[in-house]
């Protein structure tokens, strides 16, 4: 048992240790936004990263959109866990409920000739061979949550992928953004006195 914990808590550590792998190739070099040169040198480096921010926020629309569709898959994988929990109280309350029933009905001393007593043991067998096909039923559902918890638990590291990365790419343009700004500033303050600005 102690050897199974350790090698899933192995295994969880170098998903995670690979998601973070993920995440720094996911976040591009900061571009070169200081104002300094010649204006075709700060030309040349507003193109670049302007470029850049292009590919950066479609990134970052395709994982908020990944994340969206993962969310929404991860509320219907809750949804599927749910509904195996729900039947499966139903059937173990009406088996219960059925036991009951029996035991009211037959729970009292009755003569072994009687219909009565003919009754009940069909009752008892009927009980028994439902009893079996519970725990058939109950197996197959432990199987069935298990199978989906595992899925729900590879969504949720799936989902701080997706959510670290959008930080990771938000803080980039919020760094990224106003040296372009910058540098648009020092290019016009340059270029205007010789009449000679590039169209934006």
């Known amino acids: 048992m102690l050897r199974t914990m350790r090698k899933l808590l192995l295994t969880t550590a170098l998903l995670l240790l690979s998601n973070h792998a993920l995440l720094a190739q996911s976040t591009p070099p900061y571009p070169d ?85 003919t009754d009940c043991l069909h009752s008892q067998t009927d009980l028994v061979h439902l009893k079996a096909d519970l725990e058939r039923q109950n197996t197959q559902w432990l199987q069935d949550l298990d199978a989906i918890k595992q899925k729900y638990v590879k969504g949720t590291l799936q989902q701080a992928l997706y959510q670290t990365n959008l930080r990771n790419l938000t803080n980039w343009k919020s760094q990224v953004e106003p040296g372009i700004r910058s540098l648009e500033v020092a290019i016009s303050s340059k270029c205007k006195p010789l009449g000679n600005c590039p169209a934006s």
Request: aromatic share 4%.
């Open 33 to 117: 936004t200081s104002a300094t040169g010649t204006v075709p040198q700060m030309i040349q480096k507003l193109t670049l990263a302007r470029s850049a921010l292009d590919g950066v926020e479609k990134t970052v629309i395709a994982n908020q959109q990944d994340l969206d569709s993962l969310n929404a898959q991860q509320e219907a994988t809750r949804a599927d866990g749910s509904k195996i929990i729900f039947q499966s109280k139903n059937l173990v309350d009406d088996f219960n409920s059925k036991i009951k029933g029996f035991n009211a009905a037959c729970g009292h001393r009755m003569r072994e000739e009687s219909v009565e007593y």
